[in-house]
């Protein structure tokens, strides 16, 4: 994509090759990091189970923690490796930026955690009445 400020990149907006490129960023992220796999998978299978029920507030509330906790997890990832990438010796600058990457995708993680647990509790409830 053509950066205008920079003059680099090529001409036009392809929605399509924006489209490959996060599809390809997200299965890089599921693959390779299992911070972001198994909260992906997770709020998959309870995602499915909110849609069969029809529990439409549940599932778009699942949806929106879901996403924000991996975005929160890629952008730390990112963000971990753009500093080793930088500096790979240990760095007290480069720990602080890190740390404080990691305390933002943790807070995204406990909220992430409450919806999550919170939702099961209720779908165990409607499905098995206990």
């Known amino acids: 994509m053509h950066n205008k400020f920079l003059g680099t990149g090529e001409h036009g907006y392809n929605p399509w090759r924006k489209i490959k490129i996060c599809l390809s960023g997200m299965h890089y ?41 991996l975005i929160a997890e890629m952008f730390n990832s990112a963000i971990e490796a753009v500093c080793d990438f930088i500096e790979t010796k240990e760095n007290f600058k480069i720990k602080v ?27 165990w409830r409607l499905v098995w009445g206990g």
Request: glycine share 2%; aromatic share 14%; no cysteine.
């Open 29 to 69: 992220a599921i693959r390779y990091d299992f911070s972001v796999s198994y909260k992906f998978f997770l709020s998959a299978v309870i995602l499915v189970i909110s849609f069969a029920l029809r529990q439409w507030v549940d599932f778009l509330l699942i949806m929106a923690a879901t996403g924000q906790v």
């Open 97 to 123: 930026i890190k740390d404080i990457a990691a305390a933002a995708a943790g807070i995204s993680i406990l909220i992430w955690m409450i919806i999550i647990v919170v939702e099961i509790a209720r779908l």
